[in-house]
């Protein structure tokens, strides 16, 4: 298994584990707190977790050799293209959302801070499809 | 398995120089042994430089490397 095919599956992991715990709870916080702070101070751990997981990962599995080449590259650009429709329809619907939702109703302010939470679900959904096109491409094809 | 319709004698050239092994051939042409791998199961068709790497380490014409199946 190369460095990149490692890499996909370890960041893939991390981010539904650390996903799966932010997302629960962004959404509950969104939708009812009513202020900012503890929804951006779990915002910062979750970025803080995935770069420190992330970085020790890629640490250790470096220790076994990280050379890439172009099959590497030819797939990174191929999963990132799936990524990019599954990012684009993600934020389609979310557009479409507000729109129809253009007046919160309850106007007290949680608007924008559960927009926030969606719009970074869409991205995180964009990166989980790209590392599982990665592993799909480097087990089944190119 | 999705197979290329660029075929190729990498796995027997490497047999008949001195049985060279996926990991010195991907050393000597600078990608992954995967790639490799994945070049003699014919489920990727290298760029063209590596091609005619490919080859030049072979010492032979890149037509005697890779061919084109056209059935």
């Given at each position: 298994m190369s460095f990149e095919e490692k890499s996909a599956w370890g960041s893939l992991l991390a981010l539904a584990l650390v996903s799966g715990w932010y997302f629960p709870k962004a959404i509950v916080i969104a939708n009812t707190s009513p202020s900012?702070?503890?929804l951006i101070a779990i915002s910062v751990i979750w970025i803080i977790a995935m770069i420190v997981i992330l970085?020790?990962?890629h640490g250790?599995?470096?220790?076994?050799?990280?050379?890439t080449d172009e099959r590497d590259r030819l797939?990174?650009?191929k999963a990132d293209r799936v990524a990019a429709h599954v990012l684009s329809v993600?934020?389609?619907?979310?557009?479409?959302h507000v729109m129809l939702n253009l007046v919160d109703p309850s106007g007290d302010?949680?608007?924008?801070?559960?927009?926030?939470?969606?719009?970074l679900s869409a991205m995180a959904l964009a990166e989980a499809v790209k590392y599982i096109a990665q592993i799909i491409y480097y087990r089944v094809s190119a | 398995m999705a197979k290329t319709k660029v075929k190729n004698h990498v796995r027997r050239l490497r047999f008949?120089?001195?049985?060279?092994?996926?990991?010195?051939?991907?050393?000597?042409?600078?990608?992954?042994?995967q790639t490799i791998v994945?070049?003699?199961?014919?489920?990727?068709?290298?760029?063209?430089?590596?091609a005619f790497l490919i080859a030049i380490e072979f010492n032979v014409p890149i037509g005697e490397v890779f061919y084109y199946d056209e059935s």
């Open positions: 900012a702070a503890p970085a020790v990962y250790v599995i470096a220790l076994w050799g990280y050379d797939i990174e650009l993600s934020l389609l619907f979310i557009v479409g302010g949680i608007f924008p801070l559960a927009m926030a939470v969606w719009i | 008949e120089n001195g049985e060279m092994t996926q990991q010195q051939l991907a050393e000597a042409i600078g990608v992954t042994r994945a070049i003699e199961k014919e489920k990727y068709s290298p760029s063209l430089e590596a």
